[in-house]
């Protein structure tokens, strides 16, 4: 530290600290830094893809796993059989309500059908515009 007399105040001298700022701040230039930089990135994209193929293939066998037990299990037939049923309920529902149509003009189910499509997509465009907003 350097001082100035007796009585004045003592001012550290930072000098070397500046000049070893500066010499951090400006690394120098080295030859082969490109060539390093280059083979860096070849390493982590070869690890990536090693990972994106591990990934690929487990999840395709575990998908495989999943088919075979779905298919042993016995539980789509089960999901065919309710699926039909369920389709004549609405179909008889849908030809109750054509037959009872306001202002008595009949309405046939695909009108009924598209008419649910398009109120649940609106609602799904409602939402995603609220989540955005939000």
């Not at 082969?32 to 860096?40: I, K, M, N, P, Q």
């Not at 009872?100 to 003009?105: H, K």
Request: no cysteine; net charge positive.
């Amino acid at each position: 530290m350097a001082t100035m007399g007796s009585g004045a105040r003592q001012v550290p001298d930072n000098r070397f600290e500046f000049r070893l700022g500066r010499m951090f701040a400006e690394a120098p230039a080295l030859p082969d830094a490109e060539l390093f930089r280059l083979r860096v990135l070849e390493k982590l994209d070869r690890g990536w893809t090693a990972r994106r193929l591990l990934i690929g293939v487990m999840g395709a066998a575990g998908g495989l796993v999943g088919a075979v037990q779905l298919v042993g299990s016995g539980d789509l037939g089960a999901l065919a059989a309710l699926s039909a049923r369920s389709d004549a309920y609405a179909q008889r529902l849908l030809d109750q309500f054509a037959t009872v149509a306001p202002l008595g003009v009949p309405v046939a189910g695909e009108v009924l059908l598209t008419a649910a499509v398009l109120a649940i997509i609106g609602a799904g465009f409602g939402l995603a515009r609220l989540i955005r907003d939000i």
